[in-house]
Structure formats: structure tokens, C-alpha cells
């Protein structure tokens, strides 16, 4: 009777304990049932964005020229170009551009052929391909320092042979610095923005977790410039005429921050 009582009892209590366990279990899926096709909570953030410019008058101007010249035979297309590249470069040295400023940014050897009848260049039907000549092209970047001589230059290369003259822009030769200027600005602007915006929200700014610079900068190009500038047979004593203006850099950031 009494390991009756003895076995019964244990049977109660084991029961008890699995019944306690069933509804611990059935109760954390009850809960968790709820977070189910929802986000847990992650950190709070908020993100400014600030903007920095500097405004300054650019100390260098950059244009382009080329000289192209054509032969049946190679060499003589390539020693005739580089008499008239040797003759500019001379000219631009010799009117204070550096050598360390003067850059070749393109030199191009292609064959080009005649169609059809003597002197058409354009295909006709059953018309016969004869090479017309060897074309040689070299393209040169110049950098001038010294703002006051970008017109006479423009005009004078022309004279020494140069057949295409280009993309006169404006920049400023410490470039880099007025950028990390502009960047701190925006940096700060940021920042200021960042702590009202927290002191508004009631909170507190703990941490950056982002940041992006979309830093950008917006080139001068010259309006006016005189015609003889352009093509062979420029003629020196008509000088360009070379505004150049203000000029900025812009540095636009965006800063996120981590908030409790």
C-alpha cells in the first residue's frame, strides 16, 4: 500500500514538472508569435547634411592644341609633326611656360584612304579603296601660370603651326587645399545642424555611423576669345581676349549619427 502511495506521488510530481515545462514552452511561442513578419528595433539614428564654399579667383588656365600632318610615307608625316610640335613648344618656353606644364595627351598614326575617282573621299558603289595618305596626330596640354599670357599664347601657337586649339578652362593650382577648406565648412555646418537638431529631438549624439562627400567643383571656361585663336595661321598681333572671373569650390556632406 504504501510503495502504491510512494509510486503515485512520483507519477503526480512528474506529471507537474512536464505540464510546467508544456506551458513555459507553449507561452515563449505565444509571444514570439508576435515578432513574426516584423523588424527587430535597431539604433537610432538621424543624418545632416552640410554645405562649404570657397570663392576664389583662379591662378592657372589649361587649353589644348594639336598639329596633324599627312605623307604616304610614315616617317615623313611623323618628322614633319614633330618639327611643328618641337617649333610650338620652343615658342611656349620661351614665353615662360614650364616644361613640367607642357603634356602630351594624345599621338595617333592612322592610314586614310581615297574612294572611287581620284580626289573623292567618299565611297561610291564598286568604287576601289587606294590609300591617299599616312595621317599623324599629336595632341599637347598646356598649363599656364601666368594668367596674363594665356591670350598671346593662344594666338601665337597658332602661328607656329598649331591646327587645333581647345578647351581653355580655369583652375586653381592648390586646388586640393581650398577643397579640404570647403570640406571643413561642411563639416562644420554638419555638426552645428547635427546638435540642434538633437537638442530638439531630446536626444543625445553618440556616435558618427556614416559619412559621405560629394565634394564638387565647377570649372570657368573662357566666353570670349577671338577667332584667330582657332585653326592654322593664327595671327599673333589679334591677342584673345581671356575674362577669367571668380570661381568656387563646393563640398556638399552628409553625416549620420547614432542617437540615445
Given at each position: 500500500?504504501?510503495?502504491?502511495?510512494?509510486?503515485?506521488?512520483?507519477?503526480?510530481?512528474?506529471?507537474?514538472?512536464?505540464?510546467?515545462?508544456?506551458?513555459?514552452?507553449?507561452v515563449g511561442e505565444v509571444k514570439a508569435f508576435?515578432?513574426?513578419?516584423?523588424?527587430?528595433?535597431?539604433?537610432?539614428?538621424?543624418?545632416?547634411?552640410?554645405?562649404?564654399?570657397?570663392?576664389?579667383?583662379?591662378?592657372?588656365a589649361i587649353f589644348s592644341f594639336g598639329v596633324?600632318?599627312?605623307?604616304?610615307?610614315?616617317?615623313?608625316?611623323?618628322?614633319?609633326?614633330?618639327?611643328?610640335?618641337?617649333?610650338?613648344?620652343?615658342?611656349?618656353?620661351?614665353?615662360?611656360?614650364?616644361?613640367?606644364?607642357?603634356?602630351?595627351?594624345?599621338?595617333?598614326?592612322?592610314?586614310?584612304?581615297?574612294?572611287?575617282?581620284?580626289?573623292?573621299?567618299?565611297?561610291?558603289?564598286?568604287?576601289?579603296?587606294?590609300?591617299?595618305?599616312?595621317?599623324?596626330?599629336?595632341?599637347?596640354?598646356?598649363?599656364?601660370?601666368?594668367?596674363?599670357?594665356?591670350?598671346?599664347?593662344?594666338?601665337?601657337?597658332?602661328?607656329?603651326?598649331?591646327?587645333?586649339?581647345?578647351?581653355?578652362?580655369?583652375?586653381?593650382?592648390?586646388?586640393?587645399?581650398?577643397?579640404?577648406?570647403?570640406?571643413?565648412?561642411?563639416?562644420?555646418?554638419?555638426?552645428?545642424?547635427?546638435?540642434?537638431?538633437?537638442?530638439?529631438?531630446?536626444?543625445?549624439?553618440?556616435?558618427?555611423?556614416?559619412?559621405?562627400?560629394?565634394?564638387?567643383?565647377?570649372?570657368?571656361?573662357?566666353?570670349?576669345?577671338?577667332?584667330?585663336?582657332?585653326?592654322?595661321?593664327?595671327?599673333?598681333?589679334?591677342?584673345?581676349?581671356?575674362?577669367?572671373?571668380?570661381?568656387?569650390?563646393?563640398?556638399?556632406?552628409?553625416?549620420?549619427?547614432?542617437?540615445?
Amino acid at each position: 500500500m504504501f510503495e502504491d502511495t510512494k509510486i503515485r506521488r512520483g507519477i503526480a510530481i512528474t506529471l507537474t514538472i512536464l505540464s510546467l515545462f508544456l506551458l513555459a514552452k507553449f507561452v515563449g511561442e505565444v509571444k514570439a508569435f508576435k515578432y513574426i513578419g516584423s523588424y527587430p528595433s535597431g539604433q537610432s539614428v538621424i543624418s545632416v547634411s552640410g554645405k562649404g564654399e570657397v570663392v576664389g579667383i583662379p591662378d592657372v588656365a589649361i587649353f589644348s592644341f594639336g598639329v596633324t600632318e599627312e605623307s604616304l610615307i610614315v616617317n615623313e608625316a611623323q618628322d614633319e609633326a614633330a618639327k611643328s610640335i618641337n617649333a610650338i613648344i620652343a615658342y611656349l618656353k620661351a614665353n615662360g611656360v614650364s616644361e613640367k606644364d607642357i603634356t602630351t595627351s594624345g599621338y595617333n598614326i592612322y592610314p586614310r584612304y581615297e574612294y572611287g575617282t581620284a580626289g573623292s573621299v567618299y565611297p561610291i558603289p564598286n568604287g576601289k579603296q587606294k590609300l591617299a595618305a599616312y595621317v599623324v596626330a599629336q595632341t599637347v596640354t598646356v598649363k599656364v601660370r601666368k594668367l596674363e599670357n594665356a591670350g598671346k599664347l593662344l594666338a601665337g601657337i597658332g602661328e607656329q603651326g598649331a591646327t587645333d586649339i581647345s578647351g581653355l578652362t580655369f583652375d586653381f593650382d592648390k586646388r586640393d587645399v581650398l577643397a579640404k577648406e570647403a570640406r571643413d565648412k561642411a563639416i562644420k555646418e554638419a555638426r552645428t545642424e547635427a546638435d540642434k537638431l538633437a537638442k530638439s529631438l531630446g536626444v543625445d549624439l553618440v556616435r558618427i555611423i556614416s559619412y559621405n562627400d560629394n565634394g564638387n567643383y565647377y570649372p570657368m571656361y573662357a566666353k570670349t576669345m577671338s577667332a584667330e585663336a582657332y585653326g592654322r595661321g593664327g595671327d599673333a598681333s589679334t591677342v584673345p581676349s581671356i575674362p577669367v572671373g571668380e570661381d568656387k569650390i563646393i563640398s556638399n556632406v552628409t553625416i549620420t549619427y547614432e542617437v540615445k
